[in-house]
């Protein structure tokens, strides 16, 4: 995954090192909207839209959707391997499923929510 740093001004204010996912191509004068993870921290940025294009860089949510069935997939098989030869490593193995799959369902959620913050309504695309 590619990631870009960028520094701005702002109201007289310059931040410095902001990373961002993607490679936007920003240019001097352009408005952005970006979503922090924690207000006014600059170094939380979850996402941005630049308004002049209407591009829109945010985490990618068909990656955490093909982890989580990648993840069950080989739980899967790990299961049924498991499930005569070492019958008590089952409930650990379960627990652990269901904690990465809790990651990855959680992380699709937040992207969603983040590119949906993000894109205008004119914009969103239809599912």
Known sequence: MRRTLFSFESSGKKYFSVLVDGDPKLKSGQTITAILEHQDDW?????????ETG??????????????????FFTGI????????????LPP???????????????????KRIRRALCPISSMPQE
């Open 43 to 51: 170094q939380t940025v979850m996402g941005i839209r630049i308004h």
């Open 93 to 111: 193995t379960h627990a652990g499923y269901l904690l990465i799959a809790a990651f990855h369902v959680r992380s699709v959620v937040v992207a």
């Open 55 to 72: 591009e829109v860089f945010a985490p990618d949510v068909g990656l955490h959707i093909w982890l989580l069935l990648l993840t069950t």
């Open 78 to 89: 790990l299961y049924m391997e498991l499930q005569y030869s070492h019958p008590a490593a």
